[in-house]
């Protein structure tokens, strides 16, 4: 069966830091990648997808990037943190455009 | 630009009484799908909708979609408080999803 992982759980970083939020995914090949924020209280924005390795599609201009150096691992990541990235992100993966498994979540808070 | 639109953004209701949550989009797609997220958790998929008039149903809950409308339902028959919780759809189409609807089962 398939999992999904995401780490860390939580996060409490100061604005300015650097981030690195990964994701993997086990028991399937060539998944397409995701990356969502949620902020509180509100829905999903959809940040990146990917559909194999080094593509990397973006959905909205922001101080994130996102990589994809292996088949299953999905990393997002930003050089300088601000308030406004604080959210819950949540990486999910499917098979083509089927319905979305999502991971735990990460709760990022940029104080 | 598709837009996916949900009705009611948040509902109270009583255990044992019926409603029905609404998904309109804007643009055609022939997939449709729910999902479930409790309070501080994440998404955990309920139902996938692959054509026009696809019909699921699990427990209390029945979801439905009609593509020339662009619209889908979710069902809710007799709630219980087990069902609090938010209720995404999303379409196909880039994976969009609503806004979400906040539902709250009163005893």
């Known amino acids: 069966s398939q999992t999904i992982h995401q780490w860390p759980a939580t996060l409490v970083q100061p604005v300015g830091s650097p981030l690195s939020l990964e994701c993997t995914v086990e028991g399937t090949s060539n998944p397409n990648l995701y990356w969502y924020r949620q902020a509180a209280g509100r829905g999903l924005q959809l940040l990146f997808y990917?559909?194999?390795?080094?593509?990397i599609s973006s959905e909205v201009p922001q101080n994130l990037s996102a990589s994809r150096p292996q088949d299953r691992q999905f990393i997002l990541s930003s050089k300088k943190l601000l308030l406004s990235d604080s959210g819950f992100y949540l990486c999910a993966w499917s098979w083509a455009n089927y319905e979305q498994y999502f991971g735990p979540g990460t709760r990022l808070t940029v104080t | 630009e598709l837009k996916v639109e949900q009705n009611p953004l948040f509902l109270s209701m009583q255990e044992g009484k019926n409603y029905t949550i609404y998904c309109n989009y804007s643009?055609?797609?022939?997939?449709l799908y729910w999902y479930r997220q409790d309070p501080g958790k994440s998404l955990e998929s309920l139902f996938v909708l692959l054509s026009n008039g696809a019909v699921k149903q699990e427990g209390r809950l029945m979801a439905s979609l009609d593509t020339k409308a662009r619209l889908s339902t979710l069902h809710i028959t007799a709630a219980v408080h087990d069902l609090s919780a938010t209720y995404f759809c999303?379409?196909?189409?880039?994976?969009?999803f609503g806004a979400g609807t906040r539902l709250t089962v009163k005893p």
């Open positions: 643009t055609t797609s022939d997939r």
């Open positions: 999303a379409v196909d189409n880039d994976m969009r």
């Open positions: 990917s559909v194999g390795i080094g593509q």
